[in-house]
């Protein structure tokens, strides 16, 4: 069955460094759209990052922009978010998200989602 395993979450000072991991199976990794989505308490789950299929293209929210990085590796199905510089409004829980998308219909999976916190 499909699954996405993020890990690498926790604690970190402001203006430290986190590296998110998801590990996917189950499915033909590589033809799907990876991305990083949080959500912190009381707001709504919004996206962070998103790196096309093959990785030629990547996209980013405008609050991580220069800070966070998105990378993939097709041999290893796994999808990493390199999180710099952390402020304490980054916190939430992060969430894995693969993407495959028809004419006729889109293939969407989530993970079960990581806690970051940042905070001194």
């Known amino acids: 069955q499909v699954q996405l395993v993020e890990s690498g979450g926790g604690l970190v000072q402001p203006g430290g460094s986190l590296r998110l991991s998801c590990a996917a199976s189950?499915?033909?990794?590589?033809?799907?759209?990876m991305s990083w989505y949080r959500q912190a308490p009381g707001k709504e789950r919004e996206l962070v990052a998103r790196?096309?299929?093959?990785?030629?293209?990547?996209n980013y929210a405008d609050s991580v922009k220069g800070r966070f990085t998105i990378s993939r590796d097709n041999a290893k199905n796994t999808v990493s978010l390199q999180m710099n510089n952390l402020k304490p409004e980054d916190t939430a829980v992060y969430y894995c998200?693969?993407?495959?998308?028809?004419?006729?219909?889109?293939?969407?999976?989530w993970g079960q989602g990581i806690q970051v916190t940042v905070s001194s």
């Open positions: 189950g499915f033909t990794f590589s033809n799907y759209a």
């Open positions: 790196i096309t299929d093959i990785g030629g293209n990547t």
């Open positions: 998200n693969a993407k495959f998308s028809t004419t006729f219909r889109d293939w969407d999976y």
